[in-house]
């Protein structure tokens, strides 16, 4: 029989990936926002009509997942390498609720107004900021990843558990490099940025659940006390 604890940090987990998951509203409100080549932070920005439904997604995902967070690294990290995974999730998590609450005044992407405020340097201090709370939700994620994949693979994890966490951190990697490589572009080249965006913040929301089902899954003996 599966530890009530265990069931409720994977419960949350599983919760924040669904949370983190509120971006595919778009698909069906009227953003104006491009999703192969806008920021998926500007369906969130201060100027979109549906901007505090996408502002509240990202704050309950960052407070659940702190939670989790906290009651894995304090009940389900065995040595240092899950003990990075837990803290690197924390900071996601800690990341994200500032970036809800720091979020973009305007669409740079769909706003030509916006654009040549930014083109410029006149956009508010909070765009400077968000980039910043980004760049470390961003760094949390990939930082877990390597650290669950690490210890899955030294502490001996189930194979099927090492598999499916092998492809969910190969499409997230894969989807944070392309976001990067893509922002970078900008102005330049178009390399489908929210595109890249979109399969990045997909592939998180799967590295959330496979945390969940290492917590669920993984021995006491393996991973911890229960």
Not at 58 to 65: E, N, P, Q
Not at 164 to 183: E, H, K, M, N
Not at 196 to 212: D, M, P, T, Y
Request: proline share 3%.
């Amino acid at each position: 029989m599966i530890a009530r604890g265990r069931v409720a940090v994977a419960a949350l987990l599983i919760l924040g990936a669904v949370g983190y998951a509120s971006w595919p509203l778009e698909f069906v409100l009227d953003t104006g926002i491009d999703p192969l080549r806008g920021f998926a932070s500007e369906l969130a920005a201060a100027d979109q009509p549906y901007g505090i439904w996408f502002r509240t997604g990202d704050l309950l995902t960052g407070c659940i997942v702190a939670v989790a967070g906290v009651l894995g690294l304090s009940r389900y990290s065995h040595g240092w390498i899950t003990t990075v995974g837990w803290i690197a999730l924390i900071v996601f998590a800690l990341a994200t609720i500032a970036d809800s609450r720091l979020p973009m005044s305007c669409a740079a992407t769909t706003d030509a107004g916006c654009a040549a405020r930014e083109a410029a340097g006149h956009l508010p201090l909070t765009h400077e900021l968000h980039a910043f709370t980004s760049a470390s939700a961003s760094t949390g994620g990939v930082v877990s990843t390597l650290a669950f994949l690490l210890a899955a693979f030294r502490y001996g994890w189930p194979t099927w558990l090492k598999l499916t966490g092998v492809a969910v951190a190969v499409v997230f990697i894969g989807g944070t490099v392309w976001t990067l490589t893509a922002a970078g572009l900008r102005g330049q080249q178009d390399a489908w940025l929210g595109l890249g965006q979109r399969v990045q913040l997909l592939a998180f929301c799967g590295w959330l659940i496979f945390v969940a089902l290492t917590v669920i899954h993984v021995t006491p003996k393996t991973i911890g006390s229960t």
